[in-house]
């Protein structure tokens, strides 16, 4: 079975500051995963995704993450928050290519402080 | 494609109406998904369908709720009778099949409240 947690529920970061949201997940199988975005009263939007290939996955709006097998991990960075930032994030691992039953972390929330 | 539509965006209903909850997925999408959104358990996933099949239902609470999808572009989440405590998001979404990893693509959700 898939499980993802995300250490911290919420994160405070200082507007230009790096942002770094944690996210590990086990997998029995090799996993692809996701980063998704929701803004206030918002669906969510995907950020970005790791597939194969580069372990270093560049998203929207700055945003990069890196697939780091031998932890299980696959975290959030930007280097400079903007305030635009603050929203909840979400991680997500899919436990093969079909697309289906995707497993969601319990989300971070994002606050950009002035 | 105007992407996941949901319907409707905001439901105020009485303990032990019926409620249903509607989404239209993206055209040519395979899969289609239906998740709960609550601040004490986060996103839960209640159920999916491939080609219109329901796959995996594990994830409904309990025999009150039912889904549907008679057709590629339609589903339906039913509720009957609801709860309070089934005040929720209830979001859609779908994916399609296409062998390679894809995301699944989101509806704006709707808020259901059980007063």
């Known amino acids: 079975a898939q499980s993802v947690t995300q250490l911290g529920s919420h994160v405070s970061v200082s507007e230009g500051a790096l942002v770094l949201l944690r996210c590990n997940y086990s997998?029995?199988?090799?996993?692809?995963l996701f980063w998704y975005v929701q803004y206030p009263n918002q669906g969510l939007q995907l950020l970005l995704k790791?597939?194969?290939?580069?372990?270093l996955v560049k998203g929207i709006n700055g945003f990069e993450a890196e697939f780091k097998k031998s932890e299980t991990s696959f975290h959030l960075t930007k280097p400079s928050a903007h305030m635009s930032d603050a929203a909840e994030y979400f991680c997500?691992?899919?436990?093969?290519?079909?697309?289906?039953?995707?497993?969601f972390g319990p989300g971070t929330r994002l606050s950009v402080l002035p | 494609d105007a992407g996941v539509i949901q319907s409707p965006r905001h439901e105020v209903t009485e303990m032990g109406q019926e409620v249903t909850l509607r989404c239209k997925p993206i055209?040519?999408?395979?899969?289609l998904f239906w998740y709960r959104q609550t601040m004490m358990r986060g996103l839960e996933l209640l159920i999916y369908?491939?080609?219109?099949?329901?796959?995996?239902d594990s994830g409904m609470p309990e025999d009150r709720f039912s889904a549907k999808m008679p057709n590629a572009s339609f589903s339906t989440l039913k509720i009957q009778p609801s709860e309070p405590r089934d005040s929720a998001v209830y979001f859609c979404?779908?994916?399609?099949?296409?062998?390679?990893?894809?995301?699944?693509?989101f509806g704006q959700g709707t808020r259901l409240t059980v007063v």
């Open positions: 979404a779908s994916s399609p099949a296409t062998g390679r990893p894809t995301e699944a693509f």
């Open positions: 997998s029995s199988v090799p996993p692809y």
């Open positions: 790791y597939t194969t290939g580069a372990t």
């Open positions: 997500a691992v899919s436990p093969d290519n079909y697309g289906q039953n995707f497993v």
């Open positions: 055209s040519g999408h395979d899969y």
């Open positions: 369908f491939n080609n219109n099949v329901p796959i995996d």
